[in-house]
């Protein structure tokens, strides 16, 4: 009869591995998951402007197309994110199919309350915006093998994903001319930093070029933003203590 002996120097080496590969997993996990979580807070923060809108029932001067955007570049980073496109990454796919449906439901309200002239151009949009991306999972699947699908996918979600950051540099730019804060709220912007850290991390931690690339560059202009609103409300408060000349 043969017998399997394990000598100790093995058994300490397998724990060892088993311990790395399990503290790996809740960093990389842990990252995701913290993703999704501050992602969830820029989610939810339009809403106060929906509850006006509905209030009101009407949508005023607000524009529909950031959340189009928004739809478009969430439908076209959950779909890098799936099984067949890509391995490992399904937390990707949670955080961007949440932002879609968000999106997608805003743009119903919006919808809902515009006027005619601007319901039929947004309903245009949203139905086109819908077409593209169902043509682009079609020719993906059909034209391309997996690991050219997977970097198509990817450059196409990293170019989504930088289109996106136009608007902190906007708010950014205007902070500078302005010399004020006010159209840059610092629980936004906290959220912007920490959910691109995050993903920063998990995409390095996964070895996935096509998420951490975009986010470091989110990252980046979330410090920039943090930065600028330290300096220019601090010097908000210096003027507010200046005292005034009778």
């Known amino acids: 009869m043969n017998s399997w002996v394990v000598s100790p120097e093995a ?16 960093c990389c996990y842990g990252a995701g998951i913290a993703g999704n979580l501050f992602a969830f807070v820029l989610f939810i923060s339009p809403i106060p402007t929906f509850k006006r809108i509905v209030r009101n029932k ?3 001067q607000f524009s529909g197309l950031p959340y189009l955007y928004s739809l478009l570049n969430c439908l076209i980073c959950m779909w890098y994110g ?5 391995y490992g990454v399904i937390l990707v796919v949670t955080v961007n199919s949440i932002g879609a449906a968000f999106q997608l439901a805003y743009l119903t309200l919006f919808i809902i309350y515009a006027d005619t002239r601007k319901k039929l151009k947004m309903g245009g ?6 077409c593209l991306f169902a043509l ?4 993906s699947l059909e034209l391309f093998d997996h690991p050219s699908r997977q970097t198509l996918l990817g450059y196409l979600s990293v170019a989504s994903l930088i289109s996106m950051f136009a608007s902190p540099l906007f708010i950014i730019n205007l902070v500078i001319k302005t010399k004020s804060v006010e159209f840059m709220p610092f629980y936004l912007s906290l959220a912007t930093f920490l959910m691109s850290v995050s993903f920063f991390a998990y995409g390095m931690l996964l070895h996935d070029f096509f998420i951490y690339i975009p986010n470091g560059i989110g990252t980046l202009l979330g410090v920039v933003q943090l930065l600028l609103y330290a300096y220019y409300s601090r010097r908000s408060v210096d003027s507010s203590r200046v005292p005034l000349l009778a």
């Open 58 to 60: 009407s949508t005023e």
């Open 82 to 86: 799936m099984p067949f496109i890509s």
């Open 136 to 139: 682009l999972a079609f020719v």
């Open 11 to 26: 058994t300490a080496a397998t724990a060892t591995s088993l311990a790395s590969y399990s503290f790996y997993d809740v």
């Open 125 to 130: 949009l949203l139905i086109g915006a819908l």
